[in-house]
């Protein structure tokens, strides 16, 4: 399976006198996500994790591990293909959260994709790429 794993920064400070919450760039506060391309996510573990996937795979997912952030934290997985771009804000609910975003692959998308996991201030905080053929 391949993992990719990186401490990242991920958080939302509230405004003490404000009360609005304000985004902080990633490498601040010492979050760490683990994420790879799957054909499935079971018992919210990735099935069939790779790089390189048939034509016919139908959809697959993005599915990651973070640890450390702040429940309420939003995580975007930006998934682009051909100078499109998908965004899908996937909220995490406490330090050790699970969570995954798929994407229906329609046959004649051949070819590299990226997927961009960014936090709330849009920093990349992981780039996965993979391969239709």
């Not at 006198?17 to 304000?22: E, K, R, S, T």
């Not at 996500?33 to 799957?38: D, S």
């Not at 975003?101 to 996965?128: F, H, M, Q």
Request: aromatic letters at 10%; proline letters at 4%.
């Amino acid at each position: 399976m391949l993992t990719i794993r990186r401490a990242v920064a991920v958080s939302l400070f509230a405004l003490a006198a404000a009360g609005l919450a304000a985004p902080v760039a990633a490498q601040e506060a010492g979050v760490a996500v683990e994420a790879v391309i799957a054909r499935d996510v079971v018992d919210r573990e990735p099935v069939d994790a790779g790089t390189v996937f048939p034509a016919d795979v139908g959809r697959l997912f993005c599915w990651m591990r973070v640890q450390g952030a702040e429940a309420g934290t939003v995580l975007e997985h930006v998934w682009k293909f051909a100078g499109y771009e998908w965004v899908v804000p996937l909220q995490i609910g406490g330090t050790h959260w699970r969570t995954f975003s798929n994407k229906v692959i329609v046959p004649e998308w051949k070819g590299e994709w990226t997927i961009e996991i960014r936090d709330a201030t849009g920093t990349v905080l992981e780039t996965l790429t993979f391969t239709v053929q």
